[in-house]
């Protein structure tokens, strides 16, 4: 019997815009990394992906991502979503959400999707966001209280792993099993 082999992407999405009037006692971590509308659905994240990877890499791009492309999980309190993709082509639906500069929904507002970790197995992609969101609140918390530089701001947007340490949030060194030498996993 065949295993059919994935990759799951832990996927942030952060806003590039500010709305008028939003600067104020709201740290500006917390600006960037705001809740995602309820409109946003896992059906239009697909929708938009597939249409990115059809700009891109045209029909035979989309065919072969197509099959295996599934939002496992979606928080919009958190601008976070899990996708699963077969482990040969995670690249392209990286690339495409790299293009991708506004949500997938009418009238969507300009953000960045930010692919922070790839991993073979959903429990680790899973620890991974449990992490960082962990790291944004101790980071907005820092902020708030006016330190300049956090070590949770750090770890959060570096992977500092050090850092990590400090703040008691360990984090597991031991790569996936499934990796493919070469491959790369951000975290």
């Known amino acids: 019997m065949v295993r059919l082999?994935?990759?799951y992407l832990l996927?942030?999405?952060v806003y590039t815009d500010l709305p008028p009037g939003q600067k104020g006692p709201v740290p500006d971590l917390l600006l960037y990394n705001q809740p995602t509308i309820g409109e946003l659905r896992p059906q239009?994240?697909?929708k938009g992906i597939r249409s990115q990877v059809n700009a891109l890499f045209g029909d035979c791009g989309l065919g072969s991502v197509e099959r295996s492309l599934q939002v496992k999980y979606l928080s919009t309190a958190t601008s976070t979503f899990i996708l699963r993709i077969s482990r040969a082509?995670?690249?392209l639906v990286w690339a495409a959400l790299t293009f991708m500069d506004r949500l997938p929904v009418k009238d969507g507002r300009p953000c960045i999707f930010r692919v922070v970790r790839v991993s073979g197995t959903i429990r680790k992609v899973e620890e991974e966001?449990?992490?960082r969101a962990k790291l944004l609140v101790l980071a907005a918390k820092d902020e708030m209280a006016g330190k300049a530089s956090s070590d949770a701001l750090n770890?959060?947007?570096r992977?500092?792993?050090d850092s990590t340490r400090n703040l008691a949030l360990?984090?597991?060194d031991h790569d996936d099993a499934e990796m493919d030498e070469g491959e790369i996993s951000d975290g």
Do not use: E
């Open 11 to 13: 996927v942030n999405i």
């Open 170 to 172: 360990v984090k597991d």
């Open 129 to 131: 966001a449990i992490r």
């Open 155 to 157: 770890a959060l947007f």
């Open 89 to 91: 082509h995670y690249r």
């Open 159 to 161: 992977g500092g792993k």
């Open 5 to 7: 082999k994935d990759r």
């Open 44 to 46: 239009t994240i697909l």
